[in-house]
């Protein structure tokens, strides 16, 4: 449309600049002033494009379309170099221009033109916006028809666009100030995440919230592998329906079996830092197997790598994607402001983390070494010159050397742990502990955290990072006791951490290497409990690697006078009684016995005497039942069991207490005491008395 006066091309400068001085959102200045050029100029759309700071990408700064885009169109950055815009960087006037021609002068750039092209439309006008003597940007117009431009028209578009030019230029001003102001923040938000959230998963999803402000994203990965080839961390976040981040088990998402394996071949991807996206993005889908992965079940169309730190010891990465636009070259450049911070706060951690676990395990180890102490027991115990016990002993020197699993059969009380303890004192591994785990004195839900451990918040309760007794033993040895308690699904676990010599703490992503010899002990007959379903046949033949079966008293009643001679010396020392001998006639009763205790009941038998014995020796008329006698002389009496037998010592041990108590008045110590009476220790009495619940009546 001609301009018929200067007057109202002055007129149409005057509104333009007192809306560049007016409207302070960019978007709406543009969508006002493009209303009023289109009343001056024909055109059916117009777009602003700017450039950034070194003019080497084309960005959209402002469009107002008569036509839809095609969904695949990505509004990004493009590169300046080779595109069909390079030609004009140095304009200083109006260009108007074919979109055919370009198409067949600018082949390698067919994105903008040929798309245009496609769309029907045929001409577009370029109108410099300069700023600081250089092209900024330019004004766009575009039309379906081609049409001659005038000098005139020409001449005055490019006057009307010096006003639009310095709006364009504000707004780039204030758009950059804001973006350092956010990365300033940003970097200070993360910078006290780091410093003020000690715990990792909790720092990282503040960290993750920061990013996401700047550089919005669906998933963010912290990886560190160590120099074996194993990961030391491997974390990752993904964002919530509601906006927010969670920690994720990818392998819970992507549902293969493999999956540490894919994991450990895309660990090189952290050694390629950069920004991928479109066919670079798809070229790592074709190297690494976990890209595609979560491309195709997660929907991820981008990604971040950025290093962290690379030592000798461990690599490190930093992984960033997206599922809703692409990544350019300023996201990478805004995840690298916050990268340093990072990798420090992240290697203190790790090291903090190595600190506090080897805390923890010097802490394990010495409440072993205590329960070692206080436990008494020793392998030299092994008491008996009988040839059951010599043929087992000589299986236990056979086997003791190597790292071979032991597995002890035997009835109860018959010490097995002794041979547990035996074999591992004369294996290599004897200058590291023996950790024993009892899995039939734990409830069900609490041996897979004993054996295995747990990280902090794995489940309710957890308020602390625990390791288990595997990675407590590693290095030494490892005795499972009662290991036919243990349920069908702990079962599992347990022969993946035979089998692979590795394991994962509940709540963990870490996989741990283990170096532990096992031994497993039951009273149990696991062949039948392997028949019956109550145990795994693999489980069972990896722990029968070699088996151990401890006779029981019944089959080495030769050794019985030797194993009572060394329990009265030894309870004797403990009480302060002095060292009895045995009567003939009793010796021939224990020895003809029917010890279904095996040697814990022979041990209880003579604890007793031991308490009760006033006379020169040992008095055992009290104890032995007529049962016991019955035997003696080969009549078949009733058969009791341990449990029942345990409890009618521990019923007649409180009996005899209370009766010299009640002698005594209620004293302990001292003259006519309960403890002279007895003839025992008061020291040893009143730990009897504390034992047996009297210490609230009498002391």
């Known amino acids: 449309m001609p301009i018929e006066s200067m007057h109202e091309a002055s007129s149409l400068m005057q509104y333009i600049s007192d809306a560049v001085g007016s409207i302070r959102d960019p978007q709406e200045l543009f969508r006002t002033v493009t209303d009023k050029l289109r009343l001056v100029f024909e055109f059916d759309s117009a777009v602003i494009i700017t450039f950034d700071r070194d003019r080497r990408h084309i960005n959209v700064f402002f469009e107002m379309l008569r036509f839809e885009l095609p969904d695949t169109v990505q509004r990004k950055k493009r590169p300046v170099a080779g595109s069909w815009i390079e030609p004009h960087l140095g304009d200083t006037a109006v260009s108007v221009i074919s979109i055919e021609g370009e198409i067949n002068r600018y082949p390698a750039d067919l994105h903008v033109p040929g798309m245009l092209y496609d769309l029907g439309l045929r001409q577009v006008v370029l109108s410099p916006l300069r700023s600081g003597g250089k092209v900024i940007g330019f004004l766009n117009f575009v039309s379906k028809q081609e049409k001659n431009w005038s000098d005139g028209e020409k001449e005055l578009l490019s006057t009307l666009s010096s ?84 920690p994720m088990l990818s392998y819970d998402h992507l549902g293969v079996s493999d999956f540490r394996e894919i994991a450990r071949e895309s660990f090189a991807l952290i050694t390629r830092p950069g920004c991928y996206s479109g066919e670079d993005f798809d070229q790592l889908c074709r190297q690494y197997r976990l890209v595609a992965l979560v491309r195709d079940r997660l929907g991820v169309c981008s990604v971040i790598s950025a290093g962290l730190w690379e030592s000798p010891g461990s690599r490190a990465g930093l992984i960033i994607s997206n599922t809703s636009r692409a990544f350019d070259e300023h996201d990478l450049q805004t995840i690298g402001m916050i990268v340093p911070q990072l990798s420090l706060a992240l290697q203190n951690y790790l090291a903090y983390e190595e600190i506090d676990e080897l805390r923890r395990r010097l802490e394990g180890e010495r409440t072993l070494l205590i329960e070692e102490i206080t436990g008494a027991h020793d392998f030299e115990e092994i008491i008996g010159r009988s040839a059951p016990l010599a043929a087992v002993l000589r299986r236990v020197s056979q086997v003791a050397p190597t790292d071979a699993t032991v597995l002890i059969q035997g009835e109860t009380g018959t010490g097995k742990e002794l041979f547990a303890r035996a ?180 041990a209880h038998i003579v604890e007793q005497a031991v308490i009760v014995s006033e006379g020169p020796s040992l008095d055992f008329s009290s104890i032995l039942s007529p049962e016991s006698a019955a035997a003696a002389s080969g009549a078949v009496g009733p058969v009791r069991s341990m449990r029942d037998f345990e409890s009618e010592m521990v019923l007649l041990e409180r009996e005899l207490i209370l009766d010299a108590l009640q002698r005594s008045g209620g004293r302990v110590s001292g003259e006519g005491g309960a403890a002279e009476r007895l003839g025992m220790h008061p020291k040893t009495l009143y730990s009897r008395i504390d034992k047996l619940g009297l210490k609230k009546k009498y002391g």
């Open 423 to 602: 074999i591992h004192h004369l294996s290599p591994r004897r200058d590291r502990m023996m950790v024993k785990v009892n899995c039939a004195a734990l409830p069900a839900a609490l041996i897979e955290s004993e054996l295995f451990g747990h990280e902090k918040g794995s489940f309710t309760g957890a308020t602390e990072r625990r390791i288990g007794k595997f990675e407590l033993a590693s290095g030494g040895t490892i005795f499972l006791d009662e290991i036919g308690e243990l349920p069908l699904e702990l079962q599992a676990k347990l022969l993946r951490v035979l089998q692979e010599r590795e394991l994962e703490r509940i709540g963990g992503s870490r996989v741990i290497a283990v170096d532990v010899r096992v031994i497993a002990a039951t009273n149990r007959d696991l062949e039948g409990e392997v028949a019956a379903g109550r145990f795994r046949e693999d489980l069972y033949f990896r722990l029968n690697v070699f088996p151990l079966a401890i006779p029981s008293l019944r089959e080495r009643r030769e050794d019985i006078a030797l194993l009572a001679a060394h329990f009265a010396a030894r309870y004797a020392r403990e009480f302060g009684r002095p060292q009895l001998p045995f009567r003939q006639s009793d010796l021939l009763r224990l020895e003809a016995r029917d010890w279904k205790g095996n040697i814990r009941e022979l």
């Open 163 to 246: 006003p639009i030019a310095v709006a364009v230029s504000n707004a780039l001003a204030y758009e950059e100030l804001r973006q350092r102001e956010a990365e300033t923040a940003m970097q200070l938000a993360v910078n006290n995440a780091l410093l003020t959230i000690r715990d990792r998963s909790r720092m990282m999803l503040a960290v993750c919230e920061q990013i996401d402000r700047l550089v919005p994203c669906t998933f963010l990965g912290i990886r560190v592998m160590q120099s074996d080839g194993d990961y030391r961390v491997f974390d990752n976040f993904m964002r919530e329906p509601d906006g927010g981040f969670s």
